[in-house]
């Protein structure tokens, strides 16, 4: 152990408690976060912690902890750190990444966190000007990290807010000079059509489950298509026969449709930065023809408007299923040759821009987690490092 560091057990480090029962029923309308077991469950109008705070789940997620930088109110599905024992706040979240909870099951089928299991470890502390400086070593890539992601929201919002001017509200570059065609109340040269006229192959994905082992092709499902953007570095390998990768592999330009389920309709267009990657069964992956750029096409199904489509038409009474038939239904507005090749130049910059933010923060993200536990355990002097996250 290295000189000025001390050696105690865990809730001599930070003691936890659960959580406060709170039924959703009863979430009166406020801005305080009401943290769960690993994410916020929605938000009240009280607190029952001040900020800083950290919060990991209680039950069936070990290990997993939610920084809170507002007051907020812990759900019961939760433990919180009451007391940090005059630890630095950020230095404890991190740290407490490095502790293999997983190995702690008290619950039998389903593992459960409780006090008496954190007392079992025991930890080695840095003083606390070595806490500070690593949670600020850390919290650098951190904070780059979070400013990547608004950026990549604002783009996403920029191209999606294009469109609706664009094609929803009309008002596309040169509207008030366009001829407006009496029999299809569109722009000339516009016109609408349904989805069949538009694709060139529809297609289920490929039945298999995901491979733990780093091997094969990335294996994109559904979950992995519900957030903003697709993190490829968190989709899974699988395991598929040589022979059959061709019929599954994924292009620039490709679009994925969630199929089934709660999240039926759940689109997204496949990048030029992509992972070699299949796609899963409850995917339907459409390539479309010469007929329409894939770029408007891809912000139209990846649009909330088709989202309503989809759940509108979808039949199933439990599942809502969206085949083939049932998409090719869906019907499109098509614009100009001309319109589609000037919101390509405009919205393949910020996807480009996009992607590229994606992999940085993939790269910031690997950094560093190779650094964390050199941090936690010494290995690295502090003092002597200089860290520069916006180099990597």
């Known amino acids: ?51 800083p705070g950290i919060i990991t789940g209680r039950s069936g997620t070990l290990g997993k902890f939610q920084f809170a930088i507002e007051d907020y109110w812990p759900h019961n599905t939760s433990l919180w750190i009451k007391d940090f024992k005059g630890n630095d706040e950020k230095f404890a979240y991190y740290f407490l990444h490095c502790l293999d909870f997983s190995l702690l099951n008290s619950g039998g089928a389903v593992p459960t966190l409780n006090r008496n299991v954190l007392n079992s470890f025991i930890v080695d502390i840095p003083p606390l000007p070595t806490q500070r400086k690593i949670a600020s070593i850390l919290s650098a890539y951190d904070d780059l990290i979070e400013n990547n992601l608004q950026r990549i929201q604002l783009l996403e919002e920029k191209a999606q807010l294009t469109y609706e001017e664009w094609f929803v509200r009309m008002k596309f570059p040169n509207y008030e000079n366009t001829p407006i065609d009496k029999k299809t109340g569109l722009p000339e040269g516009w016109k609408k059509v349904k989805l069949e006229e538009l694709i060139e192959n529809i297609q289920y994905g490929f039945t298999a489950s995901a491979n733990p082992q780093k091997i094969g092709p990335k294996f994109l499902r559904i979950t992995d298509i519900v957030p903003a953007n697709i993190h490829w570095e968190n989709v899974p390998f699988c395991s598929i026969d040589k022979n059959q990768i061709t019929k599954y592999i994924l292009k620039e330009g490709d679009i994925v449709i969630a199929r089934t389920g709660a999240t039926v309709g759940y689109a997204k267009r496949i990048n030029k930065k992509h992972p070699y990657a299949i796609f899963a069964s409850y995917l339907i992956r459409i390539t479309t023809n010469s007929k329409i750029d894939n770029i408007v096409a891809g912000k139209f199904i990846e649009s909330k408007y088709f989202k309503k489509y989809v759940h509108s038409m979808a039949g199933g009474a439990a599942q809502p299923n969206a085949n083939a038939p049932v998409l090719k239904k869906i019907k499109m507005i098509v614009p100009s040759i001309n319109i589609q090749k000037e919101y390509r130049i405009i919205v393949e910059k910020l996807e480009d821009l996009k992607e590229s933010l994606l992999i940085q923060n993939q790269l910031l993200k690997e950094a560093r987690d190779l650094l964390l536990p050199r941090l936690m355990m010494g290995i690295i002097d502090v003092e002597q490092l200089v860290v520069e996250p916006q180099n990597l």
């Open 1 to 51: 152990m290295k000189k000025g560091w001390t050696r105690k057990r865990l809730n001599d480090f930070v003691w936890f408690q659960r959580g406060y029962d709170l039924p959703k029923v009863k979430f009166e309308k406020g801005n305080v976060p009401v943290y769960g077991a690993t994410s916020i469950l929605g938000f009240h109008n009280v607190a029952k912690v001040k900020a």
